[in-house]
């Protein structure tokens, strides 16, 4: 998948409060609005003009359930590592 640079550019940098792994268990719902919010820094759709919001909210429970909870990752180092993917 690849993204089209309709509204927002991307910023692949971690904030620091954002790097993992995260001191604390978030919520689902905390997890999954960070998540989905960082991706859509990168742009609200793919360039086949699918969205990137319904994508994040179909996949940011999988990584909550798998790379949250057991390894501690947060949500923008989730997302990051998924968006490396996007346009090959």
């Known amino acids: 998948m690849t993204i089209s640079n309709t509204k927002n550019t991307a910023d692949r940098s971690i904030d620091t409060e954002c790097g993992s792994p995260l001191s604390e268990t978030l919520t689902k719902d905390e ?47 989730c997302a990051d590592s998924d968006m490396d993917y996007w346009g090959e």
């Open 31 to 77: 997890f999954c609005a960070r998540f989905k919010a960082f991706m859509l820094k990168r742009g609200e759709t793919f360039e086949d003009g699918s969205s990137v919001a319904d994508y994040a909210d179909a996949i940011a429970p999988t990584y909550y359930d798998d790379y949250h909870v057991k390894d501690g990752e947060s949500p923008e180092t």
